[in-house]
């Protein structure tokens, strides 16, 4: 029995958010007194793979077929399945990505698996059942699940536990042939558009993030929250009429109808706080609120607040960030 | 082309979450049902499609017991042709993939819509394991979706971006902005959704392979700290020093 965990590569580098997964399935496999192998899937490289040893993996499946760069749902199913076969993994780790998720709920019916989602802690394995805490109600909950299933997938919610790093510790890269066949890739993309990041740095993934509402005016302001993300190296948010509007991408809308994050900074500026939006955001880990209505029910959300004019604060903030790097 | 709609019956987005006593259910006591919000993007895109090809019939289906049908109803008054509720509380997402997946292969459906995740029980499960039970693709989550005789072209969402996919029917897809302005019901759609037909059917399948030993609330915040405008620079010394987040 082993534990499997998938791996998510861009660009040869592995995904900040399958770091926090190998370092998740490596703590359940030393709960469990057995050892985490992980597969790898995307553009992988495998000087890099070898280095998920810091995070306390022993071992790396690697497939070299070219057609597994992008993305497809089929493939990336089969292949995994096919290592949680071999490895004979009784739980598979993944990230509750596009990616992750996808494959996740297709290998749950294939493997007949117990799957949770949006997981945000390590499981408990005492009593005989295994308990794990998710996300729920759109981050104005939580629910401990059990998963009765011999075999077990778990999807972790990005940013939410830590990726530990051992230095200079290996895993053993090998590779591994899950003979695809023409028929599995049926549903590749056709093309892959990848959006311009503003400072390169992605929403899902991001430590740092800093939003902007309806208090902002218009686009043509939007400077002033890039400039402190530039300045901060944190992504860019906004809230819903932004997006509805198109002041700002749909990508970046946060809350219960966009995307749920939950980054160690919140910065929210001329955001009132409305409940669908706080649930996208409130498990941010510190929330910053900067609005010129001292009632604002976002404060009450708030670790830090600042009751003033976006216009005025947003310059002051990006000017004492650039005066301590 | 036959369209089958998923929709759940979940809390209004402005629900404040609260659990009973025992913190084992979910209190619905006061609490205002609605269709959930992304469902909604798949039935009006399946109306729009349905309307452009001038052929075709959509179906929403739920699984849920006898309080959901107001919400089925109100599907119908939006513009679905007939309806199913399979008579069940739906345990877990493996448990109502089941039963979508039932219905589907039954009524042999060519387009099964969702929409990109429930918003109480948040799975991001439900599209997936339907595809996977019927052996058949699953689009998700789909922020476009055109068709071309038996061809969707639809654009993915992926992190950073999107991917242009194109599968052949049948395909399960789940939507999400800005795949359409989503339709609310007209006069002349609430006087039809009336007579419109609703069949109630039995659960199938195994059991739920999930259950929930407990809900919880997240923890209280300790109170805003409030730094003064003009010391605006302040608040980025103590990120620093005292929440060390930067
Ligand atoms: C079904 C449904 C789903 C929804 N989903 C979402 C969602 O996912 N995400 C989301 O964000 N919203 C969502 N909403 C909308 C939500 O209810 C609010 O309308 C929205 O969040 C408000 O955005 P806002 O705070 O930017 O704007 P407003 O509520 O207009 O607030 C603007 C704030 O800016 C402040 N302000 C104005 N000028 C300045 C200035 N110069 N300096 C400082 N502060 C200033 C004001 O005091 C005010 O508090 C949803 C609504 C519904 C009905
Ligand atoms: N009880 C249900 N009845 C019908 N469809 C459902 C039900 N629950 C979930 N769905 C569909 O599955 C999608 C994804 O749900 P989930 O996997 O729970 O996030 C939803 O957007 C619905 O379209």
Redesign the interface.
Known sequence: MSVLVVVECADGEVKKSSLEVASYGAQVAAQLGTTATAIAVGEANEANLAKLGEQGITKVLFDAEPRLKDFVNNAYTKLIATAAEQEQAKIIVLANSNIGAAVGSRLSVRLKASLATNVVELPKTDGGQFTVKRGAFSGKAFSEVVLSGDRKIIAVKKNSTEAKHDAGKTAEVTGFAAQLSDADFADAPTQVVMQDQAGGVLLPEAELVVSGGRGMKGPENWHLIEDLDKALGAATACSKPESDVDWRPHHEHVGQTGITISPNLYIACGISGAIQHLAGVNSSKVIVVINKDPEAPFFKAADYGIVGDVFDVLPKLTAAVKALN | MKFLVCISNV?D??T??A?TPDNKE?NKAGVQFVIN??DEYALTRAIELKEAAGSGTVTVLNVGEADTEPNIRKALAIGADDAIRVNAAPQD??FV?EQIAAVAKEGAYDVILMGKES???????????V???LGI?????A?KLDMSGNTATLE????????????NTPFVASCQ??MCEPRIPNMRGIMTARTKPLKVVPAVGEPA??????????PK??G??????EN??E??????NE?K??
């Open positions: 809390p987005t402005t404040k979450i659990f979910f919000p992304w997402a493996y993939a918003i109480d029980y948040n799975g991001f499960q439900v599209h997936g394991m595809g996977e039970m693709p699953t689009v998700a989550p922020m993915r969402e992926i992190e950073g971006g999107k991917e242009i996919v194109t599968v902005q800005p392979r999930t259950t929930v030993a407990e809900y919880a609330l997240p915040k300790q805003v700290k409030l730094i003064d405008a605006a620079g608040l980025i010394k103590l990120l620093r929440a987040v930067i």
